[in-house]
């Protein structure tokens, strides 16, 4: 299969939020792709709307399935579907997490700069934000461990979101940052 990611779609003026909410900035804030979607999602959703009926669906085992068979070729990881859990998008998901995770006024932390969705979804769940700030040397954020240490051994600090790759600051966390993080947690 081949797929176009070279064609330049014009998206301002479109409703779309990268583009037409803010005219001064160029819109790196947001993880919306400007490439044309394959093919072939396109014709599923048109044999979907054919249909004519946009009532309640199930998730197909066939959904499951394929993420099963991803994990396991790309990461040699197994999972079952009774071990998977569907939801409509990451916040969702972490926001779950945190409920089933954690407890009303339990620290989580965040390093921030962070997504600000982050601030949010732990405040509506009644938890408090605890912040390891990251490090600017001019050129590059790192992770200051020595806080970070510190607040992850507070006993009110009882989950942490890693954020990999980091948004809004771009870091690919090595393997030796997260080794230092999984020790350390």
């Known amino acids: 299969m081949n797929y176009d990611f070279d064609t330049i779609t ?11 909410l803010f005219n001064t900035e160029l819109p790196m804030w947001v993880a919306d792709m400007d490439f044309q979607v394959a093919p072939e999602i396109i014709q599923a959703l048109e044999k979907r709307v054919h249909h004519g009926i946009f009532g309640y669906a199930i ?16 990461h040699n990881f197994k999972m079952k579907k009774d ?3 569907f939801l409509l998008g990451v916040m969702p998901a972490i926001s779950s997490m945190i409920r089933e995770l954690t407890k009303e006024n339990d620290g989580i932390l965040i390093q921030t700069p962070v997504y600000h969705i982050f601030f949010k979804v732990i405040h509506d769940n009644n938890r408090q934000v605890i912040e390891n700030e990251l490090v600017y040397d001019g050129k590059k954020y790192s992770i200051n461990f020595e806080d970070l240490e510190q607040k992850l051994s507070q006993k009110d600090t009882t989950m942490m979101l890693l954020c990999n790759p980091h948004n809004p600051v771009g870091r690919i966390w090595t393997e030796e940052e997260l080794q230092r993080i999984d020790v350390l947690s």
């Open 10 to 20: 014009e998206r301002k003026n479109t409703g779309s939020l990268k583009w037409d």
């Open 59 to 74: 998730v197909p085992d066939e959904y499951y399935q394929a993420y099963i068979n991803w994990w396991q070729r790309r």
């Open 83 to 85: 071990e998977m859990l």
